[in-house]
C-alpha cells in the first residue's frame, strides 16, 4: 500500500496551481520536441498547470495529459474550449493506477493520426513526487499499454538533489529523491525498456535562484 496520503497532495496541488502562473515550456519538453516529429501524439503524465501540455498543443501536437489535480485539469481543459483546441484533452487521474494509464494511451490510441500512430510518453518532474509503490505501479502499466518502439521521456530530481537550496523552501508535500542508477536499471530489467540516453546534472531545469540536479531518461519499450 502506498505511504502517502493522496487528498493531502491533491489539496497542495489545487492550492499550488492557484498561485503558480508559469505560462513557458520547460527546457525539458522544448528539447523533447526537437527529437519527435509533429504528427506525433504525445500523452503527458503529472501535467501540472499545462505549461509544457498547453504548448505542445498549441504546435500541433495530438495531446492526451493527465493529472491529480481537478482544478489544474479544469483550467487546460477550459482553455483548450475557449481556443476552439480539438486535438488535446485532459484527464484528471491517477497515473499509479492501472485503469487510468490504460485509459490515457487508449484515447491517444483513439486520437492519433493513422499515418503516425506511435505515441511519446512524457512526464517532467513527476517521479520524484510519487512514492516507490506509485512509481513500479506506474511504470508496470505503462510498459504494458506501450507498444514496442515507443519512446518514454523522464525528467526527475536525482539523490543529488537533496541537498541543494529550494526556491519552495520546505514544502508539506511528498517528494523523494531518484537513485538515477537504480532507477534506469530497474527500468530494462523489470519494465522492458532500453535505456537509450541518461544524463544527470545541474544547469538544465533552473527556476529563479534553484538549481536542482537532475536526471533525464529517454527510453524504448522493447
Ligand atoms: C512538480 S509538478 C510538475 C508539473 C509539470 N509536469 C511541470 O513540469 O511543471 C508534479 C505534478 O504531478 C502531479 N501528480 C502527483 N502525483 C500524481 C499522480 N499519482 N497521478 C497524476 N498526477 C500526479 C501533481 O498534481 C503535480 O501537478
Not at 526537437?34 to 499545462?50: L, Q
Not at 504548448?55 to 482544478?71: N, Q, R
Not at 477550459?78 to 487521474?93: R, Y
Amino acid at each position: 500500500m502506498s505511504l502517502k496520503d493522496s487528498s493531502t497532495e491533491q489539496d497542495y496541488w489545487n492550492d499550488f496551481y492557484e498561485k503558480c502562473v508559469i505560462d513557458v515550456p520547460s527546457q525539458f519538453c522544448v528539447s523533447m520536441l526537437t527529437d519527435i516529429s509533429k504528427r506525433k501524439t504525445v500523452v503527458e503524465f503529472g501535467s501540472g498547470n499545462g505549461r509544457d501540455s498547453l504548448y505542445m498543443a498549441s504546435i500541433g501536437h495530438v495531446l492526451v495529459a493527465m493529472d491529480l489535480s481537478v482544478e489544474a485539469i479544469e483550467k487546460c481543459n477550459s482553455s483548450m474550449i475557449s481556443q476552439g483546441v480539438k486535438h488535446a484533452v485532459f484527464l484528471h487521474g491517477d497515473m499509479s493506477n492501472d485503469v487510468d494509464v490504460q485509459k490515457a494511451l487508449a484515447v491517444a490510441r483513439g486520437n492519433a493520426h493513422a499515418d503516425e500512430p506511435e505515441l511519446v510518453i512524457y512526464s517532467r518532474f513527476v517521479m520524484h513526487s510519487l512514492d516507490d509503490e506509485q512509481e513500479k505501479n506506474f511504470l508496470t502499466s505503462l510498459s504494458g499499454y506501450m507498444k514496442p518502439g515507443e519512446k518514454l521521456y523522464l525528467e526527475f530530481r536525482s539523490t543529488e538533489d537533496a541537498v541543494t537550496d529550494k526556491y519552495y523552501g520546505n514544502t508539506n508535500h511528498y517528494r523523494r529523491y531518484i537513485d538515477t542508477t537504480k532507477f534506469v536499471k530497474s527500468l530494462s530489467e523489470n519494465c522492458g525498456f532500453e535505456v537509450n540516453y541518461s544524463v544527470t546534472g545541474q544547469g538544465m531545469a533552473r527556476y529563479k535562484e534553484e538549481d536542482p540536479f537532475i536526471s533525464r531518461i529517454l527510453a524504448t519499450k522493447k
